[in-house]
T-cell receptor, first 116, second 110 residues
Framework: DAGVIQSPRHEVTEMGQEVTLRCKPI?????LFWYRQTMMRGLELLIY????????DSGMPEDRFSAKMPNASFSTLKIQPSEPRDSAVYFC??????????????FGPGTRLTVT | GNSVTQMEGPVTLSEEAFLTINCTYT??????LFWYVQYPGEGLQLLLK?????DKGSNKGFEATYRKETTSFHLEKGSVQVSDSAVYFC?????????FGKGTMLLVSP
């Protein structure tokens, strides 16, 4: 299996621009998670989906952030408009949701976002 | 709510030294406990886990024991290698999600 795939790996954009991060979870995984990692705050859970339905978005910082999962194999995290404080590494993770691996999450390589 | 506290890093060791990274937790119920590792430029990978009290998780020479009485899950390795240099995250399970500690950077020199 190819693992969790994220694109782009690096994104540099100017303040005010729209940014879209993409994720393809492992096939057959029912849960998908979006995290943000910064030096100051560590690893933060932004939102997660179960069977394409958003379950908890309480970690989304503000209305500028939105996430969708139109089907089982694709999710996006959008920031509009972007601000310099959004600079971070964004990770997508998935897990199969069965008893064996319910909490064993598989992470993608991350997208490093820089907003200037 | 759930929380995980890890020792501050970086931890700097020479090759073949003994490693301990402390992790304590606060949780309701009986969570599963995990250690994840993040190598430079990569995402987190599961290193080991324990699902109930007194369980010992082990992998690649690392081990950790789920201690309910001290609410701890310390990571140990008897002889570290340069290739073990990474950031290590302790985590506990909640309802469908994981709560992560802030991570501890390990630097191993030859």
């Amino acid at each position: 299996d190819a693992g969790v795939i994220q694109s782009p790996r690096h994104e540099v954009t100017e303040m005010g621009q729209e940014v879209t991060l993409r994720c393809k979870p492992i096939s057959g995984h029912d849960y998908l998670f979006w995290y943000r990692q910064t030096m100051m705050r560590g690893l933060e859970l932004l939102i997660y989906f179960n069977n394409n339905v958003p379950i908890d978005d309480s970690g989304m910082p503000e209305d500028r952030f939105s996430a969708k999962m139109p089907n089982a194999s694709f999710s996006t995290l959008k920031i509009q408009p972007s601000e310099p404080r959004d600079s971070a590494v964004y990770f997508c993770a998935s897990n199969p949701g069965d008893d064996r691996g319910l909490y064993e999450q598989y992470f993608g390589p991350g997208t490093r976002l820089t907003v200037t | 709510g759930n929380s995980v506290t890890q020792m501050e890093g970086p931890v700097t060791l020479s090759e073949e030294a003994f490693l301990t990274i402390n992790c304590t937790y606060t949780a309701t119920g009986y969570p599963s406990l995990f250690w994840y590792v993040q190598y430079p430029g990569e995402g987190l990978q599961l290193l080991l886990k324990a699902t109930k009290a007194d369980d010992k998780g082990s992998n690649k020479g690392f081990e950790a024991t789920y201690r309910k009485e001290t609410t701890s899950f310390h990571l140990e390795k008897g002889s570290v290698q340069v290739s073990d240099s990474a950031v290590y995250f302790c985590a506990l399970s909640g309802y469908s999600t994981l709560t992560f500690g802030k991570g501890t950077m390990l630097l191993v020199s030859p």
